[in-house]
Structure formats: structure tokens, C-alpha cells
């Protein structure tokens, strides 16, 4: 399976621009926007949308197994942890919940900076986004996502795992 993320940057909308859907949590009382279908969430192939990872590298990193440091701990709040990719580190930070597939565009930020775009895995249990530069990753910082322009929501605090 193919997936696509966007990380560190602003760009185009990816849902506008034909590279699939992202997805919103389920949250009770609360009306999910229009949903898709699983498919439409893998990209065409093409360019990365991670400045500084190509399409194959990126996959890597999203389907990589957690490190083991993080394994068999209770993923409870927002989780960094670090995958070797092509020669460098590059930092997946996952955001577990219940999410649907929506064509909404997911901006996750760290310590309320913005840090990139987010997807959510396969089985719709996490939310995850790259990030390269390890600055933007600070243990303890808040994490929030939203759905484009719409209100932050408070996932945590980030628990970098090393």
C-alpha cells in the first residue's frame, strides 16, 4: 500500500492536487466531513511531498516498525521516534486515535509551531507526519493538529523516543 505525507513545508492542498485523502478522529456529537473510500487515500506515484526524502524513502519511514526503544510501551499520547533513512535520521511522529478518511488537509504542529502535513496509517488507528529536522522535535512540547484552517486540537504531549 502506498501513502503519502507532507512534512516541513507549505505547499498545495494534496487532497486538490490528486494525492488522496487525510483523515479527521472520530469524536462523539461531532458530524465527520464527507468520508472516502480507503483507496483514495494512495497517491499517484511522483515526487515526495517531503522536501529531502523521495516518494520510496518517505514509504520507508511511514510503514518502518517502531524503534525498538519504543517497542511494547503503551502508546498513550503523541510518540517521536527515529528511523534511519538513506544515510540520515528522519523523525515519525505518530498520534494515536480513531480516525476517518476525509479529504480535509491535516496540519500537525510541535510546541505550536507547524511542523507539516499528517496522514493517517492503514488501519485508521493513528495519525502520523515526518518530520527531518530534529529541532522541531522537543520531548514534553504540546502537539495539535487541525483540519486546515480550523481550531487546534490538543493531542498531548510529545514523548520523543530515543
Known amino acids: 500500500m502506498a501513502v503519502g505525507l507532507t512534512a516541513c513545508g507549505d505547499g498545495s492542498d494534496p487532497v486538490e492536487a490528486g494525492a488522496g485523502a487525510e483523515a479527521a ?3 462523539p456529537g461531532e458530524e465527520p466531513g464527507p468520508a472516502t473510500e480507503p483507496d483514495a487515500a494512495e497517491p499517484a506515484e511522483g515526487p515526495s511531498p517531503v522536501d529531502g526524502l523521495s516518494a520510496a524513502e518517505l514509504r520507508t519511514v511511514v510503514e518502518a ?5 519504543a517497542t511494547g510501551r503503551p502508546t498513550v499520547g503523541p510518540v517521536a521516534d527515529q528511523v534511519p533513512v538513506a544515510g540520515r535520521t528522519a523523525w515519525r511522529i ?3 486515535g480513531t480516525y476517518e478518511l476525509l479529504s480535509s488537509r491535516i496540519v500537525v504542529a510541535i510546541g ?3 511542523v507539516g502535513e499528517g496522514v493517517v496509517v492503514p488501519d485508521l488507528t493513528a495519525l502520523v507526519a515526518v518530520v527531518l529536522d530534529p529541532a522541531l ?3 514534553g512540547a504540546t502537539v495539535t493538529y487541525r483540519w486546515g484552517a480550523g481550531e487546534p486540537i490538543d493531542a498531548g504531549p510529545l514523548e520523543v523516543v530515543r
Open 137 to 139: 522535535v522537543v520531548d
Open 25 to 27: 478522529p472520530s469524536a
Open 65 to 69: 516498525p517502531p524503534s525498538p526503544s
Open 112 to 114: 505550536g509551531q507547524d
Open 94 to 96: 505518530t498520534i494515536p
